[in-house]
Nanobody, 123 residues
Framework: QVQLVESGGGVVQAGGSLRLSCAAS????????MGWYRQAPGKQRELVAV???????NYADSVKGRFTISRDNAKKTVYLQMNSLKPEDTAVYYC?????????????????WGQGTQVTVSS
């Protein structure tokens, strides 16, 4: 089976930094886009940043200039460097990956989610 395991969440003061990691493991043929989403209490899950297999990136306006997404294809890992954190960044952060797997009917793409990691920014 496939797993996405996140790490790096925690509690930090406003203005501080955190680095999230998400490692994919299991029977994976290819990794397409990878991204980070977040969900604050009482709010819908929203896209934070996404990175394509070729390295193209896209960010939510609220995090542009503060967050950086990157990936290490050899390690099947995506990172989110978060700087200048604000209390409004407090949320559960989820890793997402578009993975290719070989099945009995050929190569198919599947969407996977990590379990989430809590990020809390105190004022």
């Amino acid at each position: 089976q496939v797993q996405l395991v996140e790490s790096g969440g925690g509690v930090v003061q406003a203005g501080g930094s955190l680095r999230l990691s998400c490692a994919a493991s299991g029977s994976i043929f290819s990794i397409n886009a990878m991204g980070w989403y977040r969900q604050a209490p009482g709010k819908q899950r929203e896209l934070v940043a996404v990175i394509s297999s070729g390295g193209s990136t896209n960010y939510a306006d609220s995090v542009k200039g503060r967050f950086t997404i990157s990936r290490d294809n050899a390690k099947k890992t995506v990172y989110l460097q978060m700087n200048s954190l604000k209390p409004e960044d407090t949320a559960v952060y989820y890793c997402n990956a578009d993975l290719g797997r070989l099945t009995s009917i050929g190569l198919r793409r599947f969407d996977y989610w990590g379990q989430g990691t809590q990020v809390t920014v105190s004022s």
